[in-house]
DNA sequence: GTCTATAATTCGATAGAC
DNA sequence: GTCTATCGAATTATAGAC
């Protein structure tokens, strides 16, 4: 055809790269980064195992196509504040469970205990994406403590019911579930911080780590 | 000698074993299971390798015996009911890096999410230890909700600060720490359950979870 | 583009000398 | 009790035929 080139095509390929994502995100989603085999990969795609390697380079780069991730973060600014931290611990559930579900979190929380890459990219998520969320409405000088609290939480919360699958946690449908833990995202946005504590706080607090008896 | 007979002794071999175990420790508890290998144990214990498979039979067997692990639960039954959140914070921060921190923790929660055995022996714990010590002074038929409320937090906290190292929540100094999660705790233990959520509440959640827009 | 064959490592586990 | 030597299996990655 007059003007059709090779480089016009949008990659023909491209249904067999989606099928090879698609099965690597979830061999890595539920068994981590080290016992999921390129081998295993292929054999889920209907492929050849050469083939992974041609469209992907290695491993570490598949992986690294593999656990993209989008937050989806919402626009809390037109949220009134008491509102948001219900927002945000639903729109959390949402992610994991509702339709904006995909394998991404639980392959980066799988593989970011094991895998630099991983946890190098969940730091990254952590900089750029949940600290601007928290920030909306709240002191910029506080929003990185408050974020902090905020992923201990959220991120638990995951652990728990997604990957460890507690029994206890897993039980709980999830609209109980984020009646319980929206006031606690609410009290780590709003509530004053504490002062910073005296010295003579400070040596009580490391006494009593450290075993000793208080006065 | 007269008397002395080789099953008396307590095990001459023990300081051997001994220094497998500390160093599989360590292993396991920075590189995971399926990274960690024995050679690489018994190059950290200057032994020979086949040794570590004469002491403990294979690497899932070394596992076991490297993850055993004690919550140290103190008794709360003579604490006010007021204090034991706060107790139970401290103590559980004092399990990672006081006095009573070693890696057992560490080794938990970090191959928890790739080894099935030691998934297994985290939800054991929960069982046998945290549900138990939540239960101190509350109504048992709450109790293991509770404690998986507390869990979430709890393990989310040392996930994101001894594990994934996110530097906004490594950069709290404990006491602050405390502060700050002291009150959810206490609200986990202690804040009237909701009452169960009728058909039509649990209708909207789940119209939000799967992206319909409230009326 | 796809597949076969295989190189190059690495690891868990075993056998046997000392 | 300790070490040498090695097996057998599995893995990533590459070279090259079709």
Redesign the interface.
Known sequence: MVGMTNTDRPRRCEPTRQAILQAARERFAC??Y??TTIRAIAADANIDPSMVMRYFGNKEQLFAAAAKFDLHAPDLSETPPEERADRLV?HF??LW????ADSSLQIL??C???NETA?ER??LI?AEQV?PLVTTGIDPDEA??R???V???????A???Y??R????V??????L????A??IR??LTEPR?PI?SAR??QA??D????KPAN
């Open positions: 068994e981590g080290d016992r639903r559930i949402r469970e509702g339709d904006l929380l799988r970011a205990l094991t946890a969940m730091r952590f600290i990185v403590e974020s902090g609290l992923a201990s939480q959220m991120l638990g919360l652990l728990c019911r990957v460890l507690l029994p206890a946690v039980a709980l449908d999830s609209e109980r984020a009646t319980w833990i006031p606690t009290r780590y504490a504590p706080e400070i607090g490391n009593f780590l450290n075993g």
